[in-house]
């Protein structure tokens, strides 16, 4: 079984823990805000996700940070080993679209991933309406891939994105082995 590591990174209050739970398919947590203290990690079983996995099943762990900058010197052991990012904002709000700048410096350029190790979600709260196509971000977040989330229009739509990029990031953690074998051989 491959386990595979993605972090859930964001400003407070943007919806990454309700984002990871209905992406997990998991019940916890569900109903008044709680911010998530340091971190909180998601386990769940997929398997044959990947039609090229040769029947391999893969654990993924969603870990859902907290967005509190006071948990800022835990940062470093939390992408420790991490194949991917999730950021999380909510797009309303100002401050937000300045936060997110950060986020991905420090949890994708710091850690040198790439950007297709990266995924962006505009997560509009319930009764807000979003408006997907007003949204400029500035470089290089512009080249990252945006999905807009809304658990109240099109939940699936949101599913079927994250399992894409799943599918990008197993596809990217079984080259990476197969380069480590194949340097072991030579």
Known sequence: MLKVKIL???PSESGKSVLANFLSESTEGIGSYIPTQGVRI???EKPHINENSKGTEYRFELWDC?????????WPALMKDSHG??????????SHLKEIETWYSCFVQQQQLLDSQCLLIAHHKPGSGGDAESLTLPSPL??????HSSLEEEPEDIR????????????LVNENRDKEEMSIIT
């Open 85 to 94: 990012v999730v950021i999380v904002f909510n797009p309303d709000l100002p």
């Open 160 to 171: 079927m994105e994250f399992v894409k990029y799943l599918k990008n990031i197993i596809n």
């Open 8 to 10: 859930f990174v964001g």
């Open 142 to 147: 512009n080249r990252l891939l945006l999905i």
């Open 42 to 44: 998601l386990e769940y």
């Open 66 to 74: 907290g967005g509190d900058r006071k948990f800022e010197t835990c």
